[in-house]
Nanobody, 123 residues
Framework: QVQLVESGGGLVQAGGSLRLSCVAS????????MGWFRQAPGKEREFVAA????????WYADSVKGRFTISRDNVKNTVYLQMTSQKPEDTAVYYC????????????????WGQGTQVTVSS
């Protein structure tokens, strides 16, 4: 079983940057592909980005492509989401998750989830 804890959320102005972190414990971190999802009030949880076990492949939602970067450090058991050029539409609770499937874009493919961290982008 894997436990995930996100951090780094907060308030940022449009055009600004924020870096989210997610620390994993209780499992072999490098055995899992990792993903980031976000959910705004009244909206469905949506895929943001994913990264393969050894970071050879990454995947992004079209809405964040070119602005967000997912990365991981298998020594620190941590996955990151670097967000730049942020827009008010990026406001949401951001969740990290672990999956056995590389490139998974559906929340149902991720059995392990963090508690979420709030990101608010002001205009």
């Amino acid at each position: 079983q894997v436990q995930l804890v996100e951090s780094g959320g907060g308030l940022v102005q449009a055009g600004g940057s924020l870096r989210l972190s997610c620390v994993a414990s209780g499992g072999t971190f490098s055995s899992y592909a990792m993903g980031w999802f976000r959910q705004a009030p009244g909206k469905e949880r949506e895929f943001v980005a994913a990264i393969s076990r050894f970071a050879l492949s990454t995947w992004y939602a079209d809405s964040v492509k070119g602005r967000f970067t997912i990365s991981r450090d298998n020594v620190k058991n941590t996955v990151y989401l670097q967000m730049t050029s942020q827009k008010p539409e990026d406001t949401a609770v951001y969740y990290c998750a672990a999956s056995a499937n590389r490139g998974a874009r559906s929340a149902s493919e991720y059995p392990y989830w963090g508690q979420g961290t709030q990101v608010t982008v002001s205009s």
